[in-house]
């Protein structure tokens, strides 16, 4: 995959540019025109493809931490909040 | 009014005369499922009080950390937020989604908080940051002149751990990423947060911080590649080490 200026004729983009657009790439926010010259490019140039995957991989692995919940004492004086609120209407 | 002042507004149980007249108007910003839990909510369902806990309590604890450095501050504001929903539940009236509306008091809360902990909070919270001038990506990592210009000088090297399993089997890595995201301005961090690790679309994400779609993915953009140059130093540093 050796990239260079006559892979950029064909996309008409830089690796600046795809770097610049990488994210809206990722998440599918690009016009149909853009979206395909982007990946023409990262198709064609390794440095971009390494570059997006990097992106994509923190991306992912940022909606994979686990989810905080509220202590077990918190949680009990939520709800004994929310039963003294709205109890009388729980029939 | 618009949808975004509205959102505000009605979290934190302002509601001025003008929106009242309005008020028989429901937006079509909820859905049906969100009806249902409303109305469970209202009738005293204390499961629907639960289940909306644990969805939403996560995104809650990580926006507040964007305003207050301290976690157990963080909790505190939550706790507060929560306690304001239960209160204010008779007031919603649907204009916004139930997220919204309840970040919006989040938000509210946790900005009080934050001024009055400023003293305690890093620097990053408050790190000032300019939108028009920062590139997301170092701009020193390509080419500047000649035939090559826009090209990489600089490229990423490949990541040995490039699977979501194997850089979560790497808890330093983790690690590394986590400081990067608590390091975030509060602006980028917030979308990370909401977009990446709370997984909240888009749309929504621009209402409850009240930015452009434009806004989001600049922000989002530069936030994921501080984060993505943590991993790679983390990763780097580790190849040398071996």
Redesign the interface.
Known sequence: MK???SQ?NESGL????V??Q???YL?D?LSMLTKSLVRSHVASCI??H??V???R?????????P?????VI??L???Q???R??????? | MNADAISYTESIGYNPPMTRKSSAVKSPSLTKAEDNVIARLKRGDEGAFDALVSQHHSALIRMAMSYVADREVAEEVVQDTWMAVIESLDRFEGRSSLRTWICGILIHKAKDRGVREKRHTTFSAFESYDEDSDQAVDPSRFQQSGEWAGHWAFPPQPWDDQTPEKLLASQQAVNAMQRAIEALPATLKQVLILRDVEGVDAKEVCEMLNITETNLYVRLHRARERVRVAVEAYLEGRKQRE
Not at chain 1, 14 to 17: E, G, L, P, S, V
Not at chain 1, 57 to 65: I, K, T, Y
Request: glycine residues 6%.
């Open positions: 990239d260079g200026p950029w830089t690796c600046r540019d770097a610049k990488a994210s809206e998440d926010r440095h971009c390494t570059y995957g990097q992106l991989l923190v991306r992912d692995v940022a909606g994979c931490f989810k905080p919940y509220p202590s918190n949680r004086r939520l709800r909040h929310f039963v609120c709205h109890s009388s209407r729980a029939e």
